[in-house]
C-alpha cells in the first residue's frame, strides 16, 4: 500500500468545480492583483481568527518581513525566537538587519521554552517571535507577561496553527501581529504562496498595508520603503473556496491523532506529541520522537509510506548564521529534536486502511530491532 505524507488530489478532486467557477469570474473581470477576492478573505479570515484585521500579503515570510518592519526593527536590535523551527522565521529576522536570539525548546511540546526566554532578554531586545509549531499554540500568556515586563513586540508566527487554541483563546489573538502562511501543504493551502498578517491594532494594520505595496500612499508617494507583497486574487478565490471546510479538516486531522494515539502508545520506542491540556492542537504535523530514526525513516520508505523529518538541522547551527557563534551543545534540546523527530501522514483524507497500514509497519519495525 502506499501512503504519501500528503495527499491534495482528493481535497482538490471536491473543490475543483468551485475553483474554476471562481477563476473564470476572475478571468472575466481581469481583477488579478488585489482584487475584490482578497478583501473578501481578508475580512473571513479576520472572523474565522477572531481578531479586527487581516492583510493579505504574498507569502508567510513575507508576513513576517512586514510584521518585523511595521514594528520598526532596527539595524542591531535583538528578537528572539526559536531556533527548532522552518528556516523563515529566523531568516525574515535576518532580512530586516535585526538579531536573531534563540532560546532552547520545551522537548515535549517542541515549542518555544518559557522558563529559558526571560534569561534571553537584554537591553538590545524588541521583539519576540513564537512559533505554534505543528499545530499546537506556545505559552502564549506567561510570553505576554514578560513582554509586557520588557515592553517587547511579540509577533506570532502562526504559520502552522491557524484555528488553534490555548487557554481558550485562538492563534493570533495574543501578540501585536500574527502571521500566516498558505503554503499548499498547510491546512489551509493556497495552490501557490500566500500569507497573511493579523492584528487588533489599528495602526500597525495601517501601515502593514502600506508596506504591502511598497509603502505607497497615496500612489507614487512613499512614506516607507515596502515590500511588492500583494497577495493575488486567484489564490484569494482558492482560499475562499476551501476556508468553510477548514473546521472539518482539522476536526479530522484532530481524530486521526487520536487514532495513532490510541493504537501506538505501547510502542516504547516512541514518544507521541505531547498537547498542552490548555491547548487545542490542530496538527498541521504529527511528530514523533524515536528511537533509531534514520533506520527508522528508510523502513517506512521503503514501504511507500510518506515521511519527512522536520527539522533536520537547526537554525543555530545553519552555516548562513554562523556569524552568531553559535556552537553544538548551545541548545541540546533543539539538537535533540533535530536527531530524533519524523512526521509522518495525517492529512484529514486519510484512511483508517492507510493509518492502520503505518502503524503496523513501525511495529513491525520496532519488532526486528
Not at 45 to 54: L, R, T
Not at 92 to 98: C, E, L, P
Not at 312 to 334: A, I, N, R, T, V
Request: charge should be negative.
Amino acid at each position: 500500500m502506499k501512503v504519501p505524507l500528503l495527499d491534495l488530489k482528493p481535497q482538490y478532486d471536491d473543490i475543483l468545480p468551485a475553483i474554476r467557477e471562481a477563476f473564470e469570474k476572475i478571468f472575466a473581470g481581469h481583477h488579478y492583483i488585489l482584487g475584490p477576492e482578497v478583501f473578501e478573505l481578508e475580512s473571513a479570515i479576520a472572523e474565522y481568527c477572531g481578531v479586527k484585521h487581516a492583510i493579505g500579503c504574498s507569502s508567510g515570510t513575507d508576513a513576517l518581513v512586514l510584521s518585523l518592519k511595521a514594528i520598526d526593527i532596527q539595524p542591531g536590535d535583538e528578537v528572539i525566537t526559536t531556533p527548532f523551527t522552518f528556516f523563515a522565521t529566523a531568516g525574515s529576522i535576518h532580512r530586516v538587519d535585526g538579531i536573531p536570539v534563540f532560546v532552547d525548546i520545551d522537548l515535549r511540546t517542541f515549542n518555544l521554552d518559557v522558563e529559558q526566554l526571560e534569561a534571553a532578554i537584554t537591553e538590545k531586545t524588541r521583539a519576540i517571535i513564537p512559533v505554534h509549531l505543528f499545530g499546537q499554540m506556545a505559552k502564549m500568556d506567561r510570553i505576554m507577561e514578560l513582554a509586557q515586563k520588557y515592553n517587547l513586540k511579540v509577533i506570532e508566527d502562526t504559520a502552522q496553527g491557524i484555528g488553534a487554541f490555548y487557554k481558550n483563546r485562538t492563534a493570533g489573538n495574543y501578540g501585536d501581529i500574527a502571521t500566516l502562511s498558505f503554503f499548499p501543504s498547510k491546512n489551509l493551502g493556497a495552490m501557490g504562496d500566500a500569507g497573511m498578517c493579523l492584528t487588533n491594532d489599528d495602526e500597525l494594520a495601517e501601515i502593514i498595508t502600506l508596506l504591502r505595496t511598497h509603502g505607497e500612499h497615496p500612489k507614487y508617494i512613499h512614506k516607507w520603503v515596502g515590500l511588492n507583497s500583494r497577495l493575488d486574487s486567484l489564490q484569494a478565490a482558492v482560499l475562499l473556496v476551501k476556508l468553510p471546510k477548514l473546521a472539518e479538516w482539522t476536526r479530522q486531522r484532530q481524530e486521526n491523532a487520536a487514532y495513532y494515539h490510541q493504537h501506538m502508545q505501547d510502542i516504547e520506542q516512541i514518544r507521541l506529541p505531547y498537547i498542552l491540556p490548555d491547548a487545542v492542537s490542530i496538527y498541521n504535523q504529527f511528530t514523533l520522537l524515536v528511537q533509531n530514526r534514520d533506520e527508522l525513516l528508510q523502513y517506512l520508505r521503503d514501504n511507500e509510506i510518506g515521511c519527512n523529518i522536520y527539522y533536520p538541522k537547526p537554525l543555530h547551527l545553519q552555516e548562513c548564521f554562523s556569524y552568531l557563534h553559535h556552537q553544538q551543545g548551545d541548545f541540546p534540546m533543539s539538537e535533540y529534536a533535530c536527531e530524533n523527530v519524523i512526521s509522518i501522514p495525517i492529512y484529514s483524507e486519510l484512511t483508517r486502511e492507510q493509518q492502520d497500514y503505518v502503524i503496523s509497519k513501525i511495529r513491525e519495525f520496532y519488532l526486528n530491532k
